[in-house]
């Protein structure tokens, strides 16, 4: 995926990229909610950005997630799109319910996950999160894109 910083952002803020996510990707700007930091991370996984992603784990977790590992799950998808249905934080803790949809091979999947963020160091952080499993949809080359494009899929998201 190629963006620019006068593209719509893949977080799906509407907003352009250069005034949401890429401050944050370029250490120019820190996430004040857990809201901004969980699309920052979406969109750093559409980019694949992995370092970022590491680097906004909390501590305690990025041993077990490492920039390789990270970097192999967004190099074998392809992100589309980014639904934030609920957050809420304090001053040391908050939650954001969201569904990320992408494509896997020929696969339409979807994350849908109330994921848990701790402040660090004045700093938001993705902690865990608790997955509610969706079935995955099976896309064939001429079926209609299940991103709601109105396109068949080999016009649209297909490689």
Not at 68 to 84: G, N, P, Y
Not at 107 to 112: A, G, I, K, S, T
């Amino acid at each position: 995926m190629s963006v620019t910083s006068t593209s719509t952002c893949p977080c799906n803020s509407q907003l352009n990229y250069g005034d949401c996510c890429e401050p944050y990707h370029l250490d120019l700007k820190i996430p004040d909610t857990p809201e901004q930091l969980m699309r920052s991370r979406f969109c750093a996984y559409a980019l694949k950005k992995a370092s970022y992603v590491y680097k906004t784990y909390a501590q305690e977790k990025q041993a077990e997630n490492p920039v390789k590992e990270i970097k192999e799950f967004a190099d074998s998808c392809r992100f589309v799109k980014l639904t934030v249905n609920d957050t809420h934080y304090d001053a040391h803790k908050g939650y954001v319910e969201f569904k990320a949809n992408y494509f896997y091979q020929n696969l339409y999947c979807e994350l849908n996950e109330k994921s848990d963020f701790v402040k660090e160091n004045s700093q938001w952080r993705y902690l865990d999160g608790v997955i509610n499993p969706v079935a995955d949809i099976k896309v064939g080359r001429n079926d209609n894109c299940p991103c709601g494009s109105g396109k068949k899929y080999k016009k649209c998201h297909s490689l």
